[in-house]
């Protein structure tokens, strides 16, 4: 499935791949767990679309009812950063005005320069997987395919997406003890961002969740 309703936003799920292999990803539960929780949806892409086909499916919605579109899925986005632009250009022009990437945040380190200035252009909101307070710990739970530099990466990536103007959200998991969360909240504010605590996909509306954003 490329494109899926959550809540009032449109999310487009471009590719499988990812730098990481995180313990918490949906991806390492139950197929139920997803289906379930997305009336049916089918994320695992049997192939990544291309341009036109991304096109073609996005256009059937009436975009305009969305508060937000967000580029997200199954993988890391900005794994296909060139399509993610591509399509944030046509939505654009489409008079689509609030775009948002949902990214581990190590898309710096995937091309070796610094993309946040293109990416910034087209999308307001940059919402960042941080997930720990350091790097062992962040590479003990992600397991990035850059290892510890990973996390020192992300902050980077994160302060540049603050530089190029657009309004960046740093998220950890529920599941993090209160003083990690407190920590995380921290690093968020020292680069720049706000610090969102979000449930794992399947346990949006518990009250672990709801008890941590309050603290």
């Known amino acids: 499935m490329i494109s899926y309703e959550m809540g009032k936003s ?4 471009l590719t499988n791949r990812c730098t990481n292999d995180c313990d918490f990803c949906v991806r390492q539960q139950s197929d139920n767990t997803l289906t379930d929780y997305l009336n049916g949806a089918q994320l695992w892409l049997e192939k990544e679309p291309e341009y036109d086909e991304i ?3 996005i256009e059937k919605r009436d975009l305009l009812k969305y508060d937000s579109i967000v580029f997200c899925g199954f993988g890391e986005p900005l794994m296909r950063f060139d399509v993610c632009i591509s399509v944030a250009k046509w939505l654009k022009s ?3 005005k609030h775009l948002r990437v949902n990214t581990n945040g190590q898309a710096n380190l995937i091309y070796n320069k610094n993309v946040a200035p293109e990416l910034c252009r087209f999308f307001s909101v940059v919402s960042i997987s941080l997930n720990a307070k350091n790097a062992q710990e962040y590479e003990a739970l992600c397991h990035s395919k850059f290892g510890l530099a990973a996390f020192d990466g992300i902050l980077d990536f994160a302060a540049e997406c603050v530089k190029a103007g657009a309004e960046v959200i740093m998220t950890v998991i529920d599941e993090l003890p209160a003083e990690d969360i407190k920590i995380c909240r921290e690093i968020a504010h020292k680069h720049g961002a706000e610090l969102r ?3 794992k996909i399947g346990e949006q509306n518990n ?3 709801k008890k941590r954003a309050a603290e």
């Open 10 to 13: 449109l999310y487009l799920n």
């Open 55 to 57: 096109i073609r499916d």
């Open 94 to 96: 489409h008079g689509v």
């Open 197 to 199: 605590i979000r449930a």
């Open 207 to 209: 009250d672990n969740a």
